[in-house]
């Protein structure tokens, strides 16, 4: 589906994100690392410093304490002034004390503690630093303004020469510990300090990040332009677009998929191109196909149906898509599809439907796989309505045949044998048994002469010898000569024939053939003294023939059948006045040869009329 894909969902996006988380957290370590080594680097710095100066000031204040000739509370001010000044611009110092080793104040640079000079101390450090006779330091937090400072306690020991000096005046004491001095010192500045530092580098990696945030945009761009442009060739590929080719970048993996890409578009193209043109036969073939085919899926949904399975079924496929074929083709319901997939044989299936005969035989063939499943069922219907209607006539035809030989056969059988028993002495009945069995050998001779004309004309085996021939004097001989052998009957023929002529090329022995038939049965079923009508008129560019009589008629229901073979609407009674049956049928077979009509009309009880229409011209040959 051809869908715009957004900047927040595309791949362009999600590579940006993990450069710059990537980058981010890289500069997060490194940052962590680089603050935590710089504010312990100032640190350690600020602490030598501070070291140094308690030194400086730890010397001075050992000579200090071990001269008892100077003023040594003054020069101990002195020494803590000018060694930790309250005005150090580097330093921010919160107070410097002497203790002495009694841990008496002997001196504080804080003026809040002259109070207290000579009074014992409360530094525990101090304290410990004296005991211990080791040098302490501690960072703290002043509660009252929440500031960390820096503490520092370090013992004072005689400078090593001027003790020596005065172990030789007698002086014992002075090799020992002093007292300690005592340093407070704020740290804020060195974290200020760290602080600004770190400012200035989250700056410079803010910087850095958007420098690189829009390098990685267009190093993104150089990754993701490739691949949007094989989905906008692979949208156009599923539109049946082959004609463009993916843009080749480089010679990298991308680059090869790019190539790879475009040889995949080369062989799809050729591909679709030998499918469409299977397609289009198969379409082909099916369309053209006599036979109705019929595909289903697996569960037995029709998914395919051709135009002659349409026509056949009755039935389009827009409303049997989808649905279960044992339905579609009526077929019993206690039969599934899965019934079908082994089905060998074919079925005979019944779509007729009024009077309308439609006889379908019906092929299943499954779809499968080399050992696989069943993926489908292919189902090829054909029109046997005509086949069986044939074998139906064909059936109906030897056992009328059969029926009409056999009984003037048991009737000629009977009498033979009757004449054979004695029969043949008696002079009264042999006479009568050799007439009927002449008329049974005569009535045989017919029917089977019948029969081969029928043969004949089935098999186009004769000639037609077309005479240009006015039907006008044509119809008065037949009447004429008809009038001639009903004398003793007692039948009436009228003329209605149109007085201008009427030329028609037409083979005079088969047309009179035609005549003869239909106009032998009006007097067959015309009652004594019945009238037979005989007219010719024309209607339209056609001359129409009609032979009327007042017989019994014919029912409606069997008018559309008189003129099949061996069709009789009262058989008794046609087999007494001597018909085969063929007739009519022959009539029909001759009447269409001559590029005419012929059909009937009648009222049951109240008389038949046969009608035939022929081409025909006012001017022999057909010339105006």
């Known amino acids: 589906m051809d869908q715009n894909v957004g900047f927040f969902k595309s791949i362009r996006f999600k590579l940006i994100i993990i450069y710059m988380l990537l980058i981010v957290l890289a500069m997060q370590i490194i940052g962590f690392y680089f603050s935590n080594s710089l504010e312990r680097s100032l640190m350690d710095n600020y602490e030598t410093v501070i070291s140094d100066r308690v030194n400086l000031l730890t010397v001075s204040a050992a000579r200090e304490l071990i001269d008892e000739d100077s003023d040594t509370q003054e020069n101990l001010n002195t020494l803590l002034n000018e060694t930790f000044p309250q005005t150090d611009e580097n330093i921010r110092f919160g107070k410097a004390q002497i203790i002495g ?9 804080d003026p809040n503690d002259q109070t207290r000079i000579g009074q014992l101390t409360e530094q525990t450090i101090v304290r410990r630093a004296i005991t211990g006779g080791s040098s302490l330091s501690d960072q703290r937090i002043n509660e009252q303004n929440q500031e960390r400072y820096f503490v520092k306690a370090q013992p004072i020991r005689p400078n090593e020469d001027f003790a020596n000096a005065s172990l030789d005046g007698g002086n014992t004491e002075a090799s020992e510990l002093q007292g300690a001095v005592y340093v407070e010192a704020s740290i804020e500045e060195v974290t200020d300090q760290a602080q600004s530092i770190n400012q200035i580098f989250i700056v410079a990696s803010t910087i850095a990040l958007l420098i690189t945030f829009f390098v990685i945009i267009l190093v993104a761009r150089t990754i993701t332009a490739p691949i949007l442009d094989m989905r906008r060739q692979a949208l156009r590929m599923g539109h049946g677009d082959f004609s463009r080719q993916v843009k080749v970048y480089g010679s990298d993996e991308l680059g090869q998929l790019a190539m790879s890409f475009n040889e995949l578009t080369n062989k799809l193209h050729d591909t679709t191109l030998m499918r469409d043109r299977e397609q289009k036969r198969l379409r082909s073939v099916l369309a053209h196909m006599t036979d109705g085919v019929v595909a289903t899926d697996q569960s037995g949904l029709i998914i395919l149906m051709n135009r002659r399975a349409e026509e056949l079924l009755g ?20 039969q599934s599809i899965y019934d079908l997939y082994e089905k060998n044989e074919s079925v005979l299936l019944d779509f007729s439907h009024g009077e309308e005969l439609v006889l379908l035989e019906a092929n299943f063939s499954a779809i499968q796989e080399d050992d696989g499943p069943m993926n489908g069922l292919i189902t090829v219907l ?28 048991t009737t000629m059988k009977s009498y033979l044998e009757a004449l054979a028993d004695g029969a043949v002495e008696d002079k009264e009945i042999a006479p009568h048994f050799l007439n009927v069995t002449q008329k049974e050998t005569d009535r045989m001779i017919r029917l089977v002469n019948d029969l081969l004309q029928l043969s004949r004309i089935d098999s186009n085996d004769y000639e037609m010898d077309l005479r240009w021939v006015e039907l006008g004097s044509f119809l008065h001989q037949i009447i004429e000569r008809f009038e ?38 009006a007097i067959k079923y015309s009652p004594e003294g019945g009238n037979v009508s005989i007219t010719l008129l024309h209607q339209g560019n056609k001359a129409r023939i009609s032979i009327s009589d007042e017989g019994m008629g014919i029912p409606t229901e ?9 069709y009789r609407v009262d058989k008794a009674r046609a087999r ?18 001559h590029e005419g009509e012929i059909w009937v009309n ?3 009880n109240e008389g038949t009329t046969i009608y035939i229409t022929l081409p025909y011209s006012t001017f022999k040959g057909g010339k105006v």
């Open 602 to 604: 009648s009222e049951y």
């Open 576 to 593: 007494n006045v001597g018909g085969t049956g063929l007739g009519l049928a022959i009539a029909r077979e001759y009447v269409v040869a």
């Open 382 to 409: 054909h029109d046997v309505t005509e086949k069986e209607k044939i074998e139906s006539e064909r059936r109906e035809f030897v056992a009328n045949v059969s029926h009409e030989l056999r009984t003037p056969l």
């Open 315 to 334: 039935i389009s496929l827009k409303h049997v898509l989808r649905k279960p074929i044992m339905d579609v083709l009526n077929m019993d319901e206690t």
């Open 484 to 521: 001639m052998i009903v004398k003793d009957k007692d039948i009436v023929f009228h003329r209605h024939i149109v007085k201008q002529p009427t030329f028609a090329k037409i083979d005079e022995d088969k047309l009179t053939q035609v005549l003869d038939n239909i106009i032998s049965n």
């Open 101 to 109: 080793k009694d841990f008496v104040l002997l001196a504080s640079s």
């Open 558 to 566: 069997s008018q559309d059948k008189i003129f099949e073979r061996f």
